[in-house]
């Protein structure tokens, strides 16, 4: 099984509908984040959390939300989608510390998103 | 806020080539990690580079950390159609050395 697991891999939906992408991880890392994927940006960050009662917006929060329901489960929320979010959505997950593979992220599959 | 650009977005080499892409930050960083993704598939880790004009090697693949910590650089010797990828360097915002700021990414294509 993969260390981070993200579901849905794949979802189509209709503009002003409610998503929900969720992700799951089995490497014990207290830190996790949601980036997005779109071409020739890069990998930009939405949301990240630092633990389970620690929630902060990352560069392009406007239009989605977060839930750190447990240190494994943290998912990603858009209340009410638009054609703008179409994009690949990757969860990752670090652990914190000063040694060796501290702060190195482990990325999730990716859930590719279409909002028509 | 911090940029991080990558040069260049794009380059297709015939295999047996060399590659460079090379990485620049607005900001100093104190450290600098390189991931690739394949085609369809998503960012795996491939080094760290913590030192100031630090070099690394990975079997063909050299990655470089400049003096003044604002740059950084993947050079491929002789590229293989395994190295089909986008190679993105990223490195740490203000303030925490755990939130990353990933540069734009170099696609590397390789044919025969």
């Known amino acids: 099984d993969a260390d981070v697991t993200q579901t849905p891999r794949n979802r189509i939906t209709k503009t002003g509908k409610r998503i929900m992408l969720e992700c799951s991880q089995t490497?014990?890392?207290?830190?996790m984040y949601w980036y997005r994927q779109d071409p020739g940006l890069g990998l930009r960050l939405i949301y990240y959390?630092?633990?389970?009662?620690d929630i902060n917006k990352g560069e392009i929060s406007d239009g989605y939300s977060v839930s750190r329901q447990a240190q494994a489960k943290f998912s990603l929320s858009l209340e009410s989608a638009i054609p703008n979010q179409t994009a690949l959505y990757f969860c990752a997950t670090s652990s914190w510390g000063q040694g060796s593979g501290a702060n190195v992220l482990t990325f999730g599959a990716g859930s590719r998103l279409t909002v028509l | 806020g911090q940029q991080v650009m990558q040069i260049p977005q794009y380059q297709h080499v015939q295999e047996g080539e060399d590659f460079t892409t090379y990485c620049n930050s607005s900001t100093t960083l104190s450290n600098i990690q390189w991931y690739k993704q394949r085609p369809g598939g998503h960012p795996v880790f491939l080094i760290q580079?913590?030192?100031?004009?630090e070099v690394k090697k990975q079997k063909r693949l050299t990655f470089q950390f400049g003096e003044a910590k604002k740059n950084s650089s993947l050079h491929i010797t002789a590229t293989q159609t395994t190295d089909v990828g986008t190679y993105f360097c990223?490195?740490?915002?203000?303030?925490?050395?755990?939130?990353?700021?990933f540069g734009t990414g170099t696609r590397l294509q390789v044919t025969l």
């Open positions: 990223a490195g740490p915002g203000a303030g925490t050395a755990s939130k990353l700021t």
């Open positions: 959390s630092f633990d389970v009662k």
């Open positions: 490497k014990g890392h207290d830190r």
């Open positions: 580079l913590v030192k100031s004009g």
